[in-house]
């Protein structure tokens, strides 16, 4: 009978590890839960990847593009000079025809001497007529010609007169006029070299200015991931802005001029596949 005062203290000692005990299925809701907020911070992996993957295409508008006659919704057309090929595995075989719309446009006009013009280029159409999306990021645009100079004249000017004087009975007058040709050829050929040293030097600089623009142009995607204002070859005072989570490819901005990309303007653009 001594030992009965043991019992309830045995009671009290199973009701309180039944207390503390965790009720069946919280630890599984709680780690559910933490997996959830983990995941919830994650960046999207679609995205990221989309930025990561994009291919370098090159291509040429094959439809003009102005801002004096353009409208939001007009096409735009272009295609590929190159094949590429796209992260995903779909092939743009040279030729491919590239669509996509006009988003933004402003004329130049005497109230506001800037243009403004963006596009987007969203499909490419492959062999049989199959259209797949795309999402394209301009990173260099050429206008198709240079603005022309002073035309190089290459040929030979005609020798003066000497060579009619030629016809004289007296020796010193056919000597006089053959050394008045002969300094008229001399004089030729060195005028054509002038020419022809000042066109290799013209086009020499014509190719560093464009080098250095696409040069710019890539340093700045590949430090910051988009452009802001890279000054366009071949089009003084036009600028190129663009980014990869934009919705438009790219906008070109201008002051006291508008923005016309005839056809065969050379683009150069990220391109990823889009959403089926």
């Keep these: 009978m001594k030992y009965l005062p043991i019992l309830p203290i045995l009671f009290l000692s199973i009701s309180l590890q039944a207390q503390t005990a965790p009720a069946p299925g919280t ?24 930025a990561a993957e994009a291919t370098n295409v090159s291509a040429e508008l094959t439809k003009n593009l102005d801002t004096r006659h353009a409208q939001v919704g007009d096409e735009v057309l272009a295609r590929t000079t190159q094949t590429a090929t796209l992260s995903n595995g779909t092939k743009l075989p040279r030729g491919t025809k590239l669509i996509g719309k006009v988003t933004e446009v402003h004329a130049r006009s005497k109230a506001d001497k800037s243009a403004h013009l963006a596009f987007e280029l969203d499909r490419a159409v492959l062999r049989h007529g199959q259209e797949v ?5 301009l990173t260099s ?17 005609p020798a003066s007169g000497g060579i009619a004087g030629g016809g004289r009975a007296s020796g010193g007058g ?6 008045g040709a002969v300094g008229g050829v001399a004089g030729g050929i060195g005028h054509t070299a ?16 464009e080098t250095h623009a696409a040069g710019g142009a890539v340093a700045n995607v590949g430090a910051s991931g988009s452009l802001n204002h890279v000054p366009i070859a071949n089009l003084p005072g036009v600028t190129l802005s663009s980014s990869a989570d934009a919705s438009s490819s790219g906008s070109l901005d201008a002051s006291n001029r508008n923005i016309d990309l005839e056809s065969g303007t050379k683009m150069t653009m990220n391109v990823a596949a889009g959403q089926q």
């Design 27 to 50: 630890a599984s809701a709680a780690t559910s839960a933490a997996a959830n907020a983990s995941a919830a911070t994650q960046p999207s992996g679609q995205t990221a990847a989309s």
């Design 133 to 137: 999306p795309i999402h394209a990021m």
């Design 141 to 157: 645009v050429t206008a198709s010609s240079v603005a022309a100079g002073a035309e190089d004249d290459l040929s030979i000017p």
């Design 174 to 179: 056919l000597l006089g006029g053959a050394g």
């Design 194 to 209: 002038g020419n022809l040293g000042g066109a290799v030097e013209s086009g020499a600089s014509s190719v560093a200015n």
